[in-house]
T-cell receptor
Framework: ELKVEQNPLFLSMQEGKNYTIYCNYS?????LYWYRQDPGKSLESLFV?????AVKQEGRLMASLDTKARLSTLHITAAVHDLSATYFC???????????FGKGTSLLVTP | DTGVSQNPRHKITKRGQNVTFRCDPI?????LYWYRQTLGQGPEFLTY????????KSRLLSDRFSAERPKGSFSTLEIQRTEQGDSAMYLC??????????????FGPGTRLTVL
């Protein structure tokens, strides 16, 4: 069974600071996704990572994938309040189309 | 709006009643997924359709749950004899095929079910 672990689960950071969220997964996969969820809302796709060494950036967020280490990171640069949300990583199962989600990282950016 | 739509958005029911949710995927997407999300957790996969064929089911999908996608367009998820443990957000997602390994899933707003 594919297990996905994120850490930290909760993160409070000051505006302007940098931080990294980690996503480890237990078995081989060729697809990793990052989603954002605001309270009471659905999931918004942020990044799709499909190959070892893939790096994607959008604004203050940058995601990377190391398939050998089974690790993805979501790096936040110079955080702003608008980034406050829950961030999920999801890993595609090798034998099907289901996504296996981590528990999410609840991010709060404070002044 | 061309995103995934779900109805109803909220449903309150009494234990033992049956409920049905509807999902309309993005029109050109032939893959459709159902997930369940409980408070403080990530979504959990329930089932997957390619066109009208149900190709994958999670063991979370007990015999009280059934999903259909007639004609390969909208899908319905029915829960029979609801239990309090069924209270959750039910999310539908869709994705196109033919993009190679992308399989990026686009989620709807969800149906929040409360079983009293």
């Amino acid at each position: 069974e594919l297990k996905v672990e994120q850490n930290p689960l909760f993160l409070s950071m000051q505006e302007g600071k940098n931080y990294t969220i980690y996503c480890n997964y237990s078995t081989t996969s060729d697809r990793l996704y990052w989603y954002r969820q605001d309270p009471g809302k659905s999931l918004e796709s942020l990044f799709v990572l499909l190959s070892n060494g893939a790096v994607k950036q959008e604004g203050r967020l940058m995601a990377s994938l190391d398939t050998k280490a089974r690790l993805s990171t979501l790096h936040i640069t110079a955080a702003v309040h608008d980034l406050s949300a829950t961030y999920f990583c999801a890993v595609g199962s090798y034998s099907g189309y289901a996504l296996n989600f981590g528990k999410g990282t609840s991010l709060l950016v404070t002044p | 709006d061309t995103g995934v739509s779900q109805n109803p958005r909220h449903k309150i029911t009494k234990r033992g009643q049956n409920v049905t949710f509807r999902c309309d995927p993005i029109s050109e997407h032939n893959r459709l997924y159902w997930y369940r999300q409980t408070l403080g957790q990530g979504p959990e996969f329930l089932t997957y359709f390619q066109n009208e064929a149900q190709l994958e089911k999670s063991r979370l999908l007990s015999d009280r749950f059934s999903a259909e996608r007639p004609k390969g367009s909208f899908s319905t998820l029915e829960i029979q004899r609801t239990e309090q443990g069924d209270s959750a957000m039910y999310l539908c997602a869709s994705s196109p095929s033919g993009q190679g390994a992308m399989d990026e899933q686009f989620f709807g707003p969800g149906t929040r079910l409360t079983v009293l």
